[in-house]
């Protein structure tokens, strides 16, 4: 289970899902400020704590950032929340057509096996 669901709190994607996202949406199009901050700040968060610390390696000081404003935090978690949204949604509905593709074929293999009463008139 999900940590902030138990400790009360709302389920939100990742931010290795937010980063990888902000990624790929910065191919598509160009991010204005906010979001290239909002990038940047998720970034650094993941490659620290993915690096390898015997690396010696760090985020480059002229891209790191520490902190957000208020306005961009509360943009990262909306963010993030519509990424696990989406996630679940996803994750439900492939369920919900694995079930149904089931219950269809057994209903098949039934049809099939099932001993047919012959009818002449």
């Known amino acids: 289970m999900n940590m902030r669901a138990l400790k009360g ?20 199009q160009p991010m204005d400020h906010d979001w290239t901050q909002i ?10 704590k993915w690096r390898t610390k015997e690396s010696g390696v760090t985020m480059p000081g002229d891209i790191r950032v520490e902190s957000l ?3 961009q935090m509360r ?6 929340a519509w990424l696990y949204r989406k996630r679940t949604t996803v994750r439900e509905d492939r369920d919900r057509a694995e079930r149904r593709q089931k219950k269809e ?3 098949a293999k ?4 099932r001993a047919v009463q012959p ?3």
């Open 110 to 113: 039934e049809l099939e096996t």
């Open 39 to 48: 990038y940047l700040y998720i970034a650094t968060k993941v490659y620290e």
């Open 75 to 80: 943009d990262l978690n909306r963010l993030k």
């Open 69 to 71: 404003n208020d306005d």
């Open 105 to 107: 074929e057994a209903k």
């Open 119 to 121: 009818t002449f008139f």
């Open 9 to 28: 709190e709302l389920p939100t994607g990742t931010d290795a899902e937010a980063c990888a996202y902000l990624n790929t949406a910065s191919l598509t």
